[in-house]
């Protein structure tokens, strides 16, 4: 949009978008890897604090699990049989998901993340990019913003479903953000009137 804005000749706007979309999911990959792995790294500290607490002080740890089932519901005499039989069967698995809620579905994966972020990210760009190389030049400006409101406003109503929430507020949410992105990014290029 920015570049539209100062140059709105196909070909520059083509290139800034595929160098942008390049830019885009590689920004968006190392992001979430950074976040996903150090997620990942206190899951580790923390597995590691509590296998030492198990190999310490067993017995405190048996306690501790079963007053978290207490806390869950389970009585006096069913929430020590519960931690027992769970720390006679894998006792750091049964801290780390009841204790810490670490289960290995849902384990941090950091190449995984960062593999579907780049994707998503590369997936909605895509489309504004094949505009910008079939719409005719004095189209670009209003059709490629148009376009992206408009895939932003369906993506944010799927995200939203998919999390339980209203998908008219999702869509509104990410529309917003996402105009006021395209609007600083066109008065940048309007201002410095850049041709790439």
């Known amino acids: 949009v920015g570049v539209a804005a100062a140059d709105p000749s196909p070909r520059a706007v083509l290139i800034a978008g595929v160098a942008g979309l390049a830019a885009g999911a590689m920004s ?3 992001g979430e890897y950074v976040s996903v792995k150090s997620q990942e790294d206190t899951e580790r500290a923390d597995l ?43 006792a750091l698995e049964a801290h780390a998901r009841d204790e810490i809620g670490i289960t290995v579905q849902l384990s941090a994966r950091p190449l995984e993340a960062a593999f579907w972020s780049a994707g998503a990210f590369s997936l909605g760009a895509l489309i504004p990019v094949l505009v910008a190389s079939f ?40 529309c917003f953000w996402g105009m006021l992105a395209m609007g600083l990014t066109a008065a940048v290029g309007r201002l410095l009137g850049v041709s790439v």
Do not use: C, F, T
Request: glycine share 10%; net charge negative; charged share 20%.
């Open 28 to 30: 968006m990959a190392a």
């Open 48 to 90: 590691k604090l509590e296998a030492e607490a198990l190999a310490n002080n067993r017995e405190a740890e048996e306690e501790e699990l079963a007053a978290i089932y207490r806390q869950r519901g389970l009585d006096e005499e069913l929430a020590k049989q519960v931690a027992g039989q769970l720390m006679k069967h894998n």
């Open 135 to 174: 719409a005719p030049a004095s189209w670009l400006l209003w059709l490629i913003p148009l376009l992206a409101v408009g895939l932003l406003g369906i993506l944010g109503a799927v995200a939203a479903v998919a999390g339980g929430a209203p998908p008219l507020r999702g869509a509104i949410r990410v």
